[in-house]
């Protein structure tokens, strides 16, 4: 058996690794899984895709934006369509073309309003009845008009980034 080569990212690119069990109740936040085209922008390890996948949701409807270009070209492999660009250039381009009605992120903290207004521009019901949910991990200190805080995260869950942290939904009709 082989054993897999350990992932390493530069720490200039605040990739911070969401945990499998955060990930999962992030992806029971988004509500049923469906038919869903799903985003997760600035997808670095990959760790919400596969809570997605695991969770039953399909591959065929994922769709990830990584810059890191060893991220996107082998840790996300396999999970679904990966673009390798900046989310923020990709989304200022596709925005008004695409609609995504599940986007699930846990952006850079440094630019997190940034990350959360792009992906809201690109958030729509896409031919759904029910409204679009973004769901993201933030920092605490994070605050949005249509934002509900649906659970704070223990101060340890990202101790190297020393950033407490919360996780949001923000629904469109």
Not at 138 to 161: C, G, M, N, W, Y
Request: net charge neutral.
């Amino acid at each position: 058996m082989a054993i897999a080569e350990p992932v390493t990212v530069d720490k200039f690119t605040e990739c911070h690794v969401t945990p499998s069990d955060v990930a999962a109740r992030m992806v029971g936040y988004l509500g049923p899984q469906g038919d869903y085209l799903t985003l997760e922008p600035s997808a670095g390890t990959g760790q919400l895709s596969k809570a997605l996948l695991a969770a039953g949701h399909s591959k065929y409807e994922l769709v990830q934006v990584e810059r890191h270009i060893k991220l996107a070209g082998g840790a996300l492999h396999g999970f679904g369509s990966v673009i390798n660009r900046c989310f923020l250039e990709w989304a200022a381009e596709v925005a008004g073309k695409v609609e995504f009605p599940r986007i699930i992120m846990n952006p850079p903290f440094s630019d997190v309003r940034k990350h959360v207004a792009a992906a809201e521009s690109l958030l729509g019901r896409g031919g759904h009845l029910e409204p679009a949910v973004l769901v993201a991990l933030v920092p605490i200190t994070f605050q949005h008009r249509s934002a509900e805080t649906l659970e704070t995260l223990p101060a340890d869950t990202f101790a190297t980034a020393r950033v407490n942290t919360k996780i949001i939904r923000i629904e469109k009709p």
